[in-house]
C-alpha cells in the first residue's frame, strides 16, 4: 500500500510539472507578443538569452501588471509593479548565455483585466569605469545625467564586508545593481532627499559588481556625484 501510493506521489509529481511545462509560452528576444488578462490568471513565458546581456522584459498597454521572474523551481527571484511613469511592469537583469529564465504575469489585484501586450529586448553589456573601493575610504565621481541617459560602473571588492554605494546631490537619482549571478537589488529614495543608496554584503572577495545610475525618469537631468565605500567587518 506504501508503495502504491508513493508511486501515484510521484506521478502526480510529474503529470503536474508537465502541464506547467506545457502552459509556458517561448518570447523570442526582440518580439512583441500580445494576449488578453483575465481576472485571477497567471501567465508564464520563457526567454532564452544567447549571449551575456542586459535582459529586459516589459509590459505595454493601459492594463495594471505585475511582473516576476523566477528559477526553474518557480521559486521568485525579484518583481515589479510598476515602471516609473505608468502601470506597466518592467523587469532588466544581468541576463547569461545560454541560460533560460521564466518570468510570471498577472494582474495587480484580481480586477485588472484586459489586452495587453509584452516584449522582451537586450542591450549589450557596456564597458564600464571603474568605482574603485578601498576600506573606509570614500571614493567618488562626478558627472551629469542628461535625459534619458544610462551611466554604468563596476566595483570589485577586495575583501569581503558591507559595502554602499549612493549617490549626492540635488537631482532625483535611480541606482540598479548586478552582480555576475544576476539582478540584485533597485533604489530610489534610499538615500538623502532624492538620492540612491544600496547596500550589499559582500561575502566573497574579487566578485565584479554592476551598477547603472540614472535620473528617476526620462526627463532628470542635472549633476550627480555616486561614491563607494566597503566597511570590513571584524
Known amino acids: 500500500m506504501r508503495r502504491s501510493v508513493l508511486i501515484l506521489s510521484i506521478f502526480l509529481i510529474i503529470a503536474v510539472n508537465a502541464v506547467f511545462a506545457q502552459s509556458i509560452l517561448d518570447l523570442r528576444i526582440g518580439s512583441t507578443v500580445s494576449g ?7 501567465i508564464w513565458y ?6 551575456d546581456c542586459i535582459l529586459i522584459v516589459e509590459t505595454l498597454g ?6 516576476d521572474v523566477c ?9 515589479n509593479d510598476d515602471q516609473p511613469n505608468d502601470n ?4 532588466e537583469m544581468l541576463a547569461i548565455a545560454g541560460e533560460t529564465y521564466l518570468f510570471k504575469l498577472r494582474g495587480y489585484s484580481s480586477e485588472d483585466t484586459g ?11 557596456p564597458r564600464t569605469p571603474d568605482l574603485p573601493v578601498t576600506v573606509i575610504t570614500l571614493q567618488t565621481r562626478n558627472g551629469n545625467i542628461e535625459r534619458g541617459g544610462e551611466y554604468w560602473f563596476t566595483v570589485k ?11 549626492s546631490g540635488d537631482t532625483d537619482t535611480y541606482l540598479t545593481a548586478y552582480s555576475e549571478n544576476g539582478f540584485i537589488m533597485e533604489n530610489d529614495d534610499g538615500g538623502l532627499g532624492g538620492n540612491a543608496r544600496i547596500s550589499i554584503d559582500v561575502k566573497k572577495p574579487g566578485v565584479v559588481y554592476l551598477f547603472k545610475l540614472t535620473g528617476y525618469d526620462s526627463d532628470v537631468r542635472g549633476p550627480y556625484s555616486i561614491s563607494a565605500t566597503l566597511s570590513v567587518r571584524n
Open 115 to 125: 489586452p495587453f501586450r509584452i516584449s522582451a529586448s537586450q542591450k549589450s553589456i
Open 36 to 42: 488578453n488578462l483575465n481576472s485571477d490568471q497567471i
Open 71 to 79: 528559477d526553474n523551481q518557480q521559486n521568485v527571484l525579484f518583481s
Open 46 to 51: 520563457r526567454v532564452r538569452a544567447a549571449q
Open 157 to 167: 571588492p577586495s575583501t569581503v564586508g558591507m559595502l554602499v554605494v549612493e549617490t
Open 88 to 91: 506597466n511592469a518592467k523587469i
Open 62 to 67: 493601459s492594463v495594471d501588471t505585475y511582473l
